[in-house]
């Protein structure tokens, strides 16, 4: 089965709010966690990632929040952007950074 | 540097006939992966491969796929028989090494009427 989840399948935002989008985990053992950006007939694009010794890490416009306790991950968007819309996925990094993916939350952004 | 270029990207397939879907990695990239993807849902692994070696295809059906990864030219995903359930989304993505980010082509797109 899956081990990695989203708790929503769609988020719907104003342009310029804050997004965040979650994902809950089941292997307790993973130590690397990724989030894509999927665009309709695109590949993934690497947006950040994480490592299981840390619980937060930051880029452009982006931060990634990790609690190993409950194994949730989250993903935090700041000013959401109408190029932001898209469907985000969370993914699980296993042994030669085999990756399991969840099932997506699409993102729009309403101008 | 190119990307990770998959081609092609639209294959439409008649049942019972062959897919051969091509990824050639990011220049100086030995690590490929396949992932295959259904209408909304996530990616799910399918084979991992080093030049010439099959790593891991604990995700691959025992029957009618196939892939491999040559020394030279692209690494080839084949569809034997093709049925209409393998309709999907068929990613590759390639990385310098098994432990580092990998990136994604563009896919291709296999419809089986």
């Known amino acids: 089965g899956e081990s990695v989840g989203l708790h929503l399948p769609t988020l719907s935002v104003q342009e310029g709010d804050n997004s965040i989008i979650n994902c809950a985990y089941s292997?307790?053992?993973?130590?690397?966690f990724i989030w894509y950006k999927q665009e309709s007939g695109k590949g993934p694009q690497f947006i950040i990632d994480i490592r299981s010794n840390m619980d937060k890490r930051q880029g452009q416009r982006v931060t990634v929040l990790l609690n190993k306790t409950v194994k949730h991950l989250s993903l935090q968007i700041a000013a959401t952007q109408p190029g932001d819309s898209a469907v985000y996925f969370c993914?699980?990094?296993?042994?030669?950074?085999?990756?399991?993916f969840g099932k997506g939350t699409l993102l729009t952004v309403n101008p | 540097n190119a990307g990770v270029m998959q081609n092609p990207r639209h294959l439409v397939r008649r049942r019972g006939q062959e897919a051969r879907l091509r990824c050639s990695p990011m220049k100086g990239h030995s690590h490929v992966y396949w992932y295959r993807q259904l209408p909304e849902e996530g990616l799910k692994f399918m084979v991992y491969l080093q030049k010439e070696n099959i790593i891991d295809e604990s995700g691959m059906p025992k029957e009618r796929f196939s892939a491999e990864f040559p020394k030279e030219g692209p690494s080839i995903l084949r569809i034997q028989q093709v049925v209409r359930g393998d309709s999907a989304a068929y990613f590759c993505?390639?990385?310098?090494?098994?432990?580092?980010?990998?990136?994604f082509g563009q896919g291709t797109r296999l419809t089986v009427v």
């Open positions: 993505a390639s990385s310098p090494r098994g432990e580092t980010e990998a990136f």
């Open positions: 993914a699980e990094a296993g042994s030669n950074y085999k990756l399991t």
């Open positions: 292997n307790s053992a993973s130590d690397y």
